[in-house]
């Protein structure tokens, strides 16, 4: 039975390699947002306000490949063995791993905010939705402040 739980720590494995094809995804998918991106520039020589959104979905999609890739490896490091990498990319504990997760979901609300308040139309959904991602970023930021940290 000892054996069994000891090697069951390689289950997660499983979450490493799903979240390392998510990051590849991920990361093909911001390329192919870059694409678009440098192909609007030239087609509209920078001048189209669109181009601004294009960039800030560009910044997005990196933001959002490279938490799936810290996930990934913080998970492995967490469970399976320790890694040979920058200390940002890891996470020594659970709660290390919350708190970066936190932190990137903040960043790419703000993201997402951006986008809206350069392409807005309607002032008061403006408003909620502002209202909604400060809410949601101070409760993570409380989070990550107050929490656990063991």
């Known amino acids: 039975m000892k054996f069994i739980l000891e090697k ?36 509209s ?28 490896v913080s998970l492995y490091e967490l469970f399976v063995d320790k890694l040979d990498l920058p200390e940002w990319m890891l996470a020594h504990n659970l709660y290390e791993l919350k708190t970066k997760l936190s932190s990137m979901i903040v960043l790419v609300m703000g993201v997402k905010f951006l986008e809206k308040l350069i392409s807005f139309k309607n002032a008061v959904e403006l408003l909620q939705i502002s209202a909604a991602i400060a809410l949601m970023s101070a409760v993570l930021i409380a989070f990550g402040y107050f929490g656990k940290k063991d």
Do not use: P, R
């Not at 995804?25 to 030239?42: C, D, E, H, R, Y």
């Not at 601004?52 to 996930?71: C, G, M, Y």
């Open 8 to 43: 069951s720590k390689y289950l997660a494995l499983i979450g490493v390699f799903s979240l390392l094809v998510a990051a590849v995804a991920a990361f093909a998918g911001g390329l192919l947002q870059s694409v678009k991106t440098i192909m609007l520039v030239f087609t």
């Open 45 to 72: 020589m920078g001048i189209d306000s669109a181009v601004t959104v294009e960039f800030i979905k560009t910044v997005d999609s990196f933001l959002i490949a490279t938490a799936v890739l810290i996930f990934a």
